[in-house]
C-alpha cells in the first residue's frame, strides 16, 4: 500500500510491538482500546490499516489464544523509531 503509517497508527504499533517483547504474545484488541482510551471498534480500525501497511499479519498458528502478528516490516518501523 502506498504512502507511510500516520502517526497515531505508527504509535498503536509500536504498543502492539512492547506488548510483544513484554509478554510474548499479541494484545488483544480490547488491551489496545484500553491503552489508548478508545473503542474496540476504534482500535480494529487502526488495526485495519496497520494490516494494509504490511505490518501486521494474522500468524498461521495463534499463540496465546491472539491473532495478530508483526510482520518484518513492522518490525522494522518499530526498531527505526527506537
Given at each position: 500500500m502506498a504512502?507511510?503509517?500516520?502517526?497515531?497508527q505508527?504509535?498503536?504499533?509500536?504498543?502492539?510491538?512492547?506488548?510483544?517483547?513484554s509478554n510474548g504474545c499479541a494484545p488483544t484488541h480490547k488491551e489496545i482500546a484500553e491503552a489508548f482510551g478508545i473503542s474496540s471498534t476504534a482500535a480494529s480500525s487502526r488495526m485495519f490499516y496497520i494490516f494494509e501497511h504490511d505490518c501486521l499479519r494474522k500468524p498461521e498458528t495463534k499463540k496465546c489464544g491472539r491473532n495478530i502478528a508483526l510482520t518484518e516490516k513492522g518490525i522494522s518501523a518499530c526498531e527505526d523509531n527506537e
Open positions: 504512502g507511510q503509517l500516520t502517526d497515531i505508527l504509535h498503536t504499533l509500536r504498543f502492539i510491538y512492547d506488548y510483544i517483547k
